[in-house]
């Protein structure tokens, strides 16, 4: 099977993703894009956009700040309970994070247990360090965010935002305001955010700073009706229900819409989300075996929460959270009132001035990135080269361009079509060395179509189409490649 | 004449940009992008892209983290000489960036002084607290940089990048390598950049969150040719010269081909991104008589730099700098090759090996859009409301969809349009008050067309089509729509 470390391979010698500052050995948890990298990112979050964003009217979408002053995160809670226990080797300094740690030397299940009662359990089960067998420290809290200050006199705290959402819920009057808007009303945000996590680790998994793609989607609780729900109602997901937890069955097949009526699913809008993006993943070539959503049990929920729902996505190391799905309820929104004395609700057409409640789908883009390349990654013996089978849509280049030879006025005529091309598409000029060498790089980062234009060129305007996949070529016109690619765009 | 009171009312109540955390009174310097403002920004960018980056076949894309270690900052030189002079009043704590604060009161030009050299005009000056005439404290240097550490034990000192560039550089060889480059080549990126202003002022203008996009061009300095410089060598572009800046007479029109022949500009492709970048903000609305490159001063440059040239723009409240071309040469190399131990040089065809010269033309995103605002801004007494002229390429939404009233199937059939519009394009669904007031909406934020489905659209397919400039209108098939659009979107 494919693992963590081809994939790492891929990316860091094809310009995908690698360490930030790797020359000096990185900042561990960081990354950067490289140019093909990018590419795919920025194809994926438009696709996204499309997806989630622009097929729905009632969605717009905002870009704030990373740096958020202390106040926010005061309210919002984080700076109180954004923490994980920390124990630390009183003899050679190594720190663990106190839970994971228990759990996996104990079997012992401990979310949501105090830093005392972890302390008395690593006691009990004569836990010491597993690198010099050390005693363990007594368990504290390490709050995650990265801290910093404004100003020359250091006195304005200020933290990295840890989640994007806290932007949206300071700035939903002005924004509900300004776009004139009514319930249901979505709104949406792509940017960094950032976890001092105590291990960075497993690559891109678990990292410092990362991407996140969210909506918040804030509606009338005593009306959660909406005319797309119907579109979807019928539509089945993979559920690990709170029952099939608690009695280690498997996951049920279910409708969404009997999910919502048995009240399994809080609302429609969570329902609406959690069928949207079953399609959307496998669309992406992740197949239902490997799609799963886990109803969070009580001990992992906030106390706020009218239920949560983890997308999990089956990786070569275990099943892993990839998309968190809150409901939130109103409990931003309060907080945010209370604190900052402003009067968030909204009034209704009805009369009523409620605080809306949220559904927040949140997506980690690197844990998906790293999804859609393994489960697109083809170990293939007869071709002689590994390659990426991604959806032309969020292909870094739609197709590459490759004179058969550098003479002749081949290169010329190459480079002409080129750059007719590259107005309107991504795509790749190849000339070095053989064809088969030029397929072979272009289908490790899976570039769809490899376009090669040869003597048979000058004479009749035809070029041939290699198509990645099947590595058959057909022979087309030149006039006739730009809706070839377009009728290849539509995923 | 417009003001930025003008730009920053409209910002705020548009939906534009805003301060962050707002409800809470903000963190001075940070701002968010709403609805509005988020199609605008992204549009900018896309066509920065396609002006600055797809127009060339040899400048690829990156996107790195924004947290680096220190080790990075401490080899660019960062750490020690990101800095600027403060004084503070020792009676009310009231602090002042200490060479402005000369500089706004004498009249003496006191760049590149020393912090011992400031504190002793402060006193000879007999300069005060402004605020309270208490006395101010000896000058000491402030670091702009903001600080934060990575992982539990706090040792790990890390920054917040003070500029994006950091990125590209170390990166530099495993991009160059994965890229499979030659010289000429050019890393590009936008992402967030921060510094922790003394006094963030101006609105956007001197902000601590901002988001800057550049280019990195590594060349040979010994072989600084290139196919794309013959077509912009005629170009003229409006400089100040350091002779006029020290002569005090006016900026010179010259060709960037005498320029260079001059050594006036040190490089082709220094005068190649100063063509293009007074082609690029014309294209945007802004007067040639509101643009033009300084040649900075000595002891406004840095050691290193073979000479830079800001863009300044004529804002309402004076000349500033906007984009920062800078000739970096092989410093940022050079060091990071000392700091890193690895050795960044590349080889060339002819057998020489070389650390690369680079020339960086950067943007600062905000203030190029407020300055796009600024001149796009129209005071229209005649029209009865105020409008932003945008080129139809970044304007938030292409085109405004009204049904005249909203019966009769009217309405329907506006959605029906619109839906299939916004498949293509950004456009706006309005169906609240007259149509006089939805145009005046949409006119206050840019949006170049409105269309009108009416009674008569039921009969014969038609609609009205509002040029946002002219206000006048014109009537063609719902068929024709989309081409309609799209000869718009050719800027």
């Given at each position: 099977m494919?693992?963590l470390?081809d994939i790492q391979r891929?990316?860091?010698t ?10 000096y ?7 950067d894009y490289?140019?093909?990298g ?5 194809k994926f979050i438009e696709y ?21 002053p202390e ?7 984080h700076?109180e309970s954004?923490?994980?226990p ?5 003899k ?11 759990e996996e ?9 105090s ?13 010491s ?14 709050n ?9 006199t250091g ?5 990295l935002?840890?989640?994007?959402a806290?932007n949206?819920f ?9 776009s004139?808007?009514k319930l249901?009303?979505?709104?949406a ?5 950032f976890?001092?996590e105590?291990?960075a680790?497993?690559?891109v998994?678990r990292?410092?700073?990362?991407n996140?793609?969210e909506?918040?989607?804030?509606f ?6 909406f005319?797309e729900f119907q579109?979807?109602a ?9 029952e099939?937890?608690l ?8 409708k969404?819409?009997?999910a919502?009526?048995k ?13 949207k993006?079953?399609?959307?993943f ?15 049990l009580?001990e ?5 929460s ?5 997308l999990e996505?089956k990786?070569d ?6 998309v968190g799905n ?5 409990h931003?929104l309060?907080?945010?009132?209370k ?11 009805d ?11 949140s997506?980690?883009l690197?844990?998906?990135?790293y ?21 032309p849509k ?5 197709a590459g361009v490759?004179?058969?030879v550098n003479?002749d006025?081949?290169n010329?005529?190459a ?5 007719t091309?590259?107005k309107n ?5 190849d000339?070095?060395g ?8 272009a ?6 179509f490899?376009?090669?234009?040869d003597?048979?060129t ?11 996949d ?6 087309i016109?030149?006039?006739e490649i730009?809706?070839f690619?377009?009728?290849k765009?539509i995923?």
């Amino acid at each position: 099977m494919v693992k963590l470390e081809d994939i790492q391979r891929l990316c860091l010698t094809r310009g995908i993703i690698y360490p930030t500052a790797e020359i000096y050995g990185g900042l561990s948890g960081t990354f950067d894009y490289g140019p093909v990298g990018v590419l795919i990112k920025r194809k994926f979050i438009e696709y996204w956009r499309d997806f989630f964003v622009k097929s729905m009217d009632c969605i717009v979408e905002v870009d704030g700040a990373t740096i958020l002053p202390e106040k926010v995160l005061i309210a919002s809670g984080h700076v109180e309970s954004f923490v994980d226990p920390i124990t630390q080797c009183e003899k050679c300094k190594s720190i663990y994070r106190a839970d994971n740690f228990i759990e996996e030397r104990t079997g012992k299940f401990v979310e949501g247990k105090s830093t005392k009662e972890l302390t008395e359990i690593i006691v009990q089960e004569k836990l010491s360090c597993p690198n010099c067998k050390g005693k363990l420290s007594e368990v504290k809290m390490f709050n995650l965010m990265f801290k910093t200050f404004a100003g020359p006199t250091g006195e304005q705290i200020a933290y990295l935002r840890p989640e994007s959402a806290q932007n949206i819920f300071t700035s939903f009057e002005r924004v509900f305001r300004s776009s004139r808007a009514k319930l249901p009303f979505g709104i949406a945000q792509h940017g960094h955010a950032f976890r001092n996590e105590i291990s960075a680790r497993q690559f891109v998994i678990r990292s410092r700073e990362f991407n996140q793609i969210e909506i918040e989607m804030f509606f009338d609780p005593e009306n959660d009706d909406f005319e797309e729900f119907q579109s979807i109602a019928n539509k089945e997901i993979i559920l690990v229900t709170r029952e099939a937890q608690l009695k280690k069955t498997d996951a049920v097949r279910i409708k969404i819409k009997d999910a919502v009526n048995k009240k399994i699913i809080p609302n429609k809008w969570m329902g609406f989300f959690l069928a949207k993006e079953f399609e959307f993943f496998k669309s992406l070539g992740i197949p239902e075996s490997a799609l799963r959503f886990r109803h969070m049990l009580p001990e992992e929920t906030p106390h706020y929460s009218g239920g949560n729902f983890d997308l999990e996505i089956k990786f070569d190391f275990g099943w892993k959270e990839t998309v968190g799905n809150a409901y939130r309820t109103d409990h931003d929104l309060k907080n945010h009132s209370k604190f900052s004395g402003e009067d968030l609700a909204v009034s209704l057409p009805d009369g009523r001035k409620i605080l809306p409640h949220v559904v927040e789908p949140s997506f980690g883009l690197e844990r998906i990135l790293y999804a859609i390349l393994l489960y697109n990654f083809v170990e293939d013996k007869e071709r002689g080269w590994n390659w990426l089978r991604l959806p032309p849509k969020i292909a870094p280049y739609i197709a590459g361009v490759y004179p058969l030879v550098n003479k002749d006025g081949i290169n010329e005529k190459a480079k002409e079509i080129f750059k007719t091309l590259k107005k309107n598409f991504d795509v790749l000029f190849d000339d070095a060395g053989s064809i088969g060498k030029r397929y072979a790089r272009a289908d490790e980062i899976g570039i769809p179509f490899g376009i090669t234009i040869d003597y048979q060129t000058l004479e009749d305007d035809t070029v041939t189409i290699r198509d990645r996949d099947s590595t058959k070529q057909e022979r087309i016109k030149i006039s006739e490649i730009e809706s070839f690619i377009k009728n290849k765009l539509i995923l």
